[in-house]
């Protein structure tokens, strides 16, 4: 497979902003102008609407599920380059003129098809996060930056340096929200 095609292909299906399109169509509302403006999952949540938001939440875990499956099993040589670009593609959706979410559900998607035992675990950490401090991206903070770590421990696996890279984005997407954790001003998550 050419692997420019591989890239601009996993790229475009990360890119596609379904926090927007969903909040458009069924809500009649720009999601970019709601809450953090965000058009992830947890923004969604915050019209109200909790199955546009949990619907955002499994879209944007399948849009990297999909492609990345595929890539596995016929060119596993390249999977790691398909979940960045997906990854990418949510962060940066031309689109959206690059302005996309912060990449926690698609990094779920990923970290499951490339070992469902670190998707667990990203699941696990964040959840205990959550039902302990009730901040989502306080959560998905954790949960990234446990994923090198559990790697590493555990599964002894040389693929570390791609889970630190992904914290690194993960940690970039959240900048706005680690300045509003250090200044008590970030907004508690309601899920449920």
């Known amino acids: 497979m050419n692997i420019y095609l591989l890239i601009v292909g996993s790229y475009l299906i990360g890119s596609v902003p379904f926090g927007y399109i969903l909040t458009k169509f069924f809500l009649s509302k720009d999601i970019r102008k709601i809450g953090s403006g965000n058009i992830g999952a947890t923004n969604v949540l915050r019209t109200g609407n909790k199955i546009i938001g949990y619907a955002t939440l499994l879209l944007d875990v399948l849009k990297a599920v999909f492609p990345i499956i595929f890539i596995k099993i016929n060119y596993p040589e390249y999977v790691f380059i398909s979940a960045l670009s997906v990854f990418i593609g949510h962060v940066f959706p031309v689109w959206l003129k690059f302005r996309g979410g912060k990449g926690v559900a698609t990094y779920v998607g990923i970290l499951c098809c490339i070992n469902i035992y670190l998707g667990v675990s990203f699941g696990l950490v964040w959840l205990i996060t959550f039902l302990i401090f009730k901040y989502s991206s306080l959560s998905s903070l954790i949960g990234s930056?446990?994923?090198?770590?559990?790697?590493f421990f555990i599964f002894n696996d040389e693929i570390v340096f791609f889970f630190i890279i992904m914290f690194v984005l993960i940690f970039y997407t959240h900048r706005e929200n680690i300045k509003r954790l250090l200044n008590h001003t970030e907004s508690?998550?309601?899920?449920y």
């Open 145 to 151: 930056f446990s994923i090198p770590i559990i790697n």
């Open 188 to 191: 508690k998550t309601k899920i």
